[in-house]
């Protein structure tokens, strides 16, 4: 039973979002991608906002108005697993399939097909990995047993996030020995082949020249 | 929605540490800067590693509001910077990969902002060991993630060198093989062509 202060401070709170966030600037029509190592079957939340640059003012404003953000998720292997137009503001989810770089690009539907001088975006950008957002569920906790609850899920969930990525190191030291394996037989095999080519060669060599000055009657 | 935005309503103007964390690429002679708001009296903690890419080397600086440097090195491959914050007003931290002419780099970083605050805020009387439990767990898993953190990019790194180093192992051997072959054979035909012009005059010299 949330109390009517509680509520507009819950409220107050969504509208200060990502003020305090960390943000960059790019261009109206560039891409930003931003690589993401992850093993599988896990959640990734990601919040941004944009805001456009007035030039009039000089300064960012608030919000950017008309303007939209084109969110592409892809696997290393080029398979998309998102692509999606939001809004100036917005949160986005997946959850990966398969182990490995995912690459999650952004960029805005500007129509403008020359950018002018000056002209850039500032985004706001907070990507969480593996966890769940049980601070909504922590706020609504009718009692502290209830709460004490959710935050020992928090902990679980942090724990299993570990045992995940201890999983896919072990997975990637296996590539990691089977590209150095290989290299090495790469290596040997290669050698071995040179040497058998630089010896029948030598031999041709020396077979068919002499056959040529037997032939010319130098020798 | 962030997390914060909703644990501050129930207790208060709770922020807990902002971790920003990226893995981005750098292309060859681009800047890339980020910035950053914080309060006066947060401490914060900078780290940077380049994963891949030339000499895994970049530049990094670190201002505060007034643009006064606190931090600047130039081609380090990781580093590791906490300080203070005493103004308030936006951070600004920069990634220069202006020397390389060619060579574009993968490079992570994370910007700690704040402490977190315990999972257990102090009025609650739940259980004393249950608080101390949440706390240094939580604690000691934050500080485990950081670990893996730095064992995946050290392996990221080896492997995109181990990778490298089949590839051109690969096409050398395939390369050098094919050059000896054509290299051989061609000398015995050059050779083979010196001696068909002197057909006349050797005979003739050796009548």
Not at chain 1, 19 to 26: E, N
Not at chain 1, 64 to 79: H, K, Q, R, S, W
Not at chain 1, 122 to 144: N, Y
Request: glycine share 6%.
């Amino acid at each position: 039973m949330a109390t009517a202060v509680e509520i507009l401070a819950l409220l107050f709170c969504f509208g200060f979002s990502l003020s305090a966030a960390f943000y960059f600037h790019v261009g109206e029509r560039e891409e930003k991608c931003i690589i993401e190592d992850i093993p599988s079957d896990t959640w990734i939340t990601g919040t941004f906002k944009v805001q456009k640059w007035d030039r009039d003012r000089h300064d960012f404003l608030e919000s950017a108005p008309g303007l939209g953000m084109f969110v592409t998720i892809t696997t290393y292997n080029d398979e998309v697993l998102l692509s999606k137009l939001y809004g100036a503001q917005g949160t986005f989810y997946f959850t990966s399939h398969s182990p490995g770089e995912h690459i999650i690009c952004l960029e805005s539907n500007s129509t403008q097909l020359v950018s002018f001088g000056g002209s850039k975006l500032r985004i706001h950008l907070d990507i969480r990995v593996g966890e769940h957002d049980l601070d909504a569920a922590i706020a609504q906790a009718k009692d502290k047993v209830n709460e004490v609850t959710f935050k020992l899920e928090h902990l679980i969930e942090q724990i299993e996030q570990i045992l995940k990525e201890q999983d896919y190191q072990r997975d990637r030291e296996e590539n990691f020995r089977m590209t150095s394996e290989d290299t090495n037989r790469n290596v040997l095999w290669w050698a071995f082949a040179q040497i058998s080519i630089f010896i029948l060669v030598g031999i041709f060599q020396m077979k068919h020249l002499k056959d040529f000055f037997i032939a010319k009657k130098l020798v | 929605m962030p997390r914060w935005a909703a644990a501050a309503g129930r207790w208060g103007w709770r922020l807990p540490a902002l971790l920003p964390e990226i893995t981005f690429e750098l292309p060859d002679n681009a800047k890339q800067r980020f910035y950053e708001d914080i309060a006066p009296g947060t401490a914060c903690a900078l780290e940077f590693q380049v994963i891949t890419g030339g000499h895994y080397d970049v530049d990094c600086r670190l201002e505060d509001p007034d643009g006064k440097v606190l931090y600047k090195e130039m081609k380090t491959r990781y580093d590791n910077f906490t300080f203070t914050a005493s103004k308030n007003g936006t951070y600004r931290f920069c990634f220069c990969n202006e020397f390389s002419t060619f060579t574009h780099k993968t490079m992570y970083f994370d910007f700690q902002v704040g402490e977190d605050p315990p999972l257990f805020p102090s009025e609650n009387r739940v259980s004393a060991l249950t608080q101390v439990e949440s706390v240094s767990i939580h604690e000691a898993l934050k500080s485990v993630t950081d670990y893996q953190t730095h064992v995946r990019l050290r392996e990221a790194q080896g492997q995109s060198r181990a990778e490298d180093l089949n590839t051109r192992v690969a096409y050398w051997s395939v390369g050098e093989a094919f050059v000896l072959l054509v290299v051989s054979i061609g000398q015995v035909f050059l050779l083979k062509s010196f001696f068909s012009d002197k057909r006349t005059t050797t005979s003739r010299v050796g009548s």
